[in-house]
C-alpha cells in the first residue's frame, strides 16, 4: 500500500491558495497577532511548495529548505511576540493602526 499520487500541479494550487489568502492577511487585517498568523500562513504555503518540488524532483534540497524556513519562522514568532507584548504593555492594545502614535 503506497502512498496516495497526487501531482504536482495540485500541491502548487493549494501553496498558491493558501499563499494568496496569508498575502491577503497581511494586507487587509490591523490585529498584529492576525498579521502573525498570516506570516506563518505564507510561509508554510512556501514550505508545501518546496517539499512538493523536492518530491517530484528526488532531490533533497527542498526538504532542507523546508527545515530553515520553519527556523526563521520561529526565530521570526519569537521576536514578534516579544514586541507584540511590549506594545501590548505600553498601549494596551494590538492594533497596527495605533502604532503611528508611537512617534509622538
Same mark, same amino acid.
Given at each position: 500500500? =503506497?502512498?496516495?499520487?497526487?501531482?504536482? @500541479?495540485?500541491?502548487?494550487?493549494?501553496?498558491?491558495?493558501? *499563499?494568496?489568502? /496569508?498575502? #491577503?492577511?497581511?494586507? $487587509? +487585517? +490591523?490585529?498584529? &497577532? !492576525?498579521? *502573525? #498568523?498570516?506570516? @506563518?500562513?505564507? $510561509?508554510?504555503?512556501?514550505?508545501?511548495? !518546496?517539499?512538493?518540488?523536492?518530491?517530484?524532483? /528526488?532531490? /533533497?534540497? /527542498?526538504?532542507? %529548505?523546508? *527545515? *530553515?524556513? %520553519?527556523?526563521?519562522?520561529?526565530?521570526?514568532?519569537?521576536? =514578534?511576540?516579544? $514586541?507584540?507584548?511590549?506594545?501590548?504593555?505600553?498601549?494596551?492594545? &494590538?492594533?497596527?493602526?495605533?502604532?503611528? $502614535?508611537? +512617534?509622538?
Amino acid at each position: 500500500m =503506497g502512498a496516495p499520487d497526487v501531482s504536482i @500541479e495540485l500541491y502548487v494550487l493549494l501553496s498558491a491558495i493558501l *499563499f494568496v489568502m /496569508g498575502a #491577503m492577511g497581511v494586507l $487587509l +487585517r +490591523r490585529n498584529a &497577532i !492576525l498579521i *502573525f #498568523m498570516s506570516v @506563518e500562513l505564507m $510561509l508554510n504555503a512556501a514550505n508545501l511548495a !518546496l517539499a512538493a518540488f523536492a518530491r517530484q524532483w /528526488g532531490n /533533497g534540497d /527542498g526538504q532542507l %529548505m523546508v *527545515f *530553515f524556513v %520553519m527556523t526563521v519562522a520561529a526565530a521570526e514568532v519569537a521576536v =514578534g511576540l516579544a $514586541l507584540i507584548v511590549a506594545i501590548f504593555k505600553t498601549k494596551k492594545s &494590538i492594533d497596527i493602526d495605533e502604532l503611528h $502614535l508611537f +512617534r509622538d
